[in-house]
């Protein structure tokens, strides 16, 4: 009995002993080292942190927004690898240069718009409500382009050159073209052709009445012929006035039936004809104002009684006085 009790109390002795030194390893343990994580990409080692946990939330949010603007996303191939091991707890850390080292192999996708004129990449804006405001603009000025103009969303490695909505509109702006006039040979007296059309053709210049008086004749088929001007009858002697200011290129007697003729150039391609004309109060090659006289009504050549015969002529195709005066 007595060697049992004597037995028992050793055991005790050398379990609490026992106890006693794995407590102050574990706390020896404790005191020097600390549980880490060794990082490491691709199979390199690149260092340690000790809180795995927000340096990942950093990289995620990296990839998210990236740096800088216009950023779409930040494409990262690999991701950091994380392995716990317990170390001195004297042993640095290097979440900075890790991150870095991350954001370093990752790429940055740019998001932007392209503006498109037919499939062709104009110019770049970086927020779509600016592409959309330049496309607006564009329909409301009616540019002639407006129907082969169109928004890409882009995204690409390198961010593009910006242009600004006022800019872009200046640029891409192509005013409507206006269907130009026939241009036929030099304009001869004896020999023109006619706009037979209702096309008003624009002249550039604004025109006033030669004489004023009574339409006898209008412009246009008559008697199987075509008339090219307007006949205003008028007492025999009366002013006709430049319609207006230019250069008189004839003046004189015509024998193609126009009697005493003044036909004066206005620049623009548009010339005046006033034919029948009793009498010539110019000379070829002057210079007149615009109501200047340069004849008086008459009956001279192929006429049967007191009118001005009134041309207008635009490169040489003669127009329909009355849609410009009377
Ligand atoms: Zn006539």
């Known amino acids: 009995m007595k060697k049992i009790l004597i037995y028992l109390r050793s055991s005790v002795k050398l379990i609490s002993l026992v106890v006693i030194s794995l407590i102050l390893i574990a706390s020896a343990v404790i005191f020097i080292y600390k549980p880490i994580y060794s990082v490491t990409i691709d199979g390199e080692f690149v260092g340690y942190t000790e809180n795995k946990g927000d340096l990942q939330t950093r990289i995620n949010d990296y990839m998210k927004i990236g740096e800088g603007e216009n950023v779409a996303f930040v494409q990262i ?58 496309i607006n603009q564009l329909k409301e000025k009616d540019s002639n382009n407006k129907d082969d103009i169109n928004i890409i969303e882009k995204y690409e490695t390198s961010c593009a050159d910006f242009t600004s909505v006022e800019d872009a509109v200046n640029k891409l702006y192509v005013k409507k073209v206006v269907a130009k006039p026939k241009i036929t040979s030099v304009a001869r007296v004896s020999s023109s052709t006619a706009n037979t059309s209702s096309t008003v053709v624009p002249l550039g210049i604004t025109l006033s009445k030669p004489v004023s008086g009574t339409i006898s004749s209008r412009y246009g088929r008559r008697w199987g012929t075509m008339h090219k001007g307007l006949d205003i009858a008028a007492p025999y002697g009366t002013p006709v006035k430049a319609a207006a200011a230019g250069t008189v290129t004839q003046a004189g007697w015509n024998s193609g039936g126009y009697g005493y003729l003044v036909v004066i150039s206005h620049g623009n391609g548009v010339e005046t004809y006033y034919g029948h004309c009793s009498s010539i109060a110019t000379t070829k090659g002057a210079k007149v104002s615009a109501g200047q006289v340069i004849s008086y009504v008459g009956s001279t050549g192929d006429s049967t009684g007191n009118h001005l015969h009134f041309e207008i002529r635009k490169n040489g195709v003669t127009q329909n006085p009355q849609n410009y005066l009377y």
């Open 77 to 134: 191939d690999e991701l950091p690898e994380y392995k716990m091991c317990l170390l001195k707890k004297d042993i640095v850390t290097n979440d900075d240069e890790i991150f870095d080292k991350v954001k370093n192999s990752g790429v940055t996708y740019y998001k932007y718009y392209a503006i498109v004129e037919k499939e062709e990449e104009k110019l770049y804006v970086s927020k779509f409500d600016e592409a959309e405001s330049i």
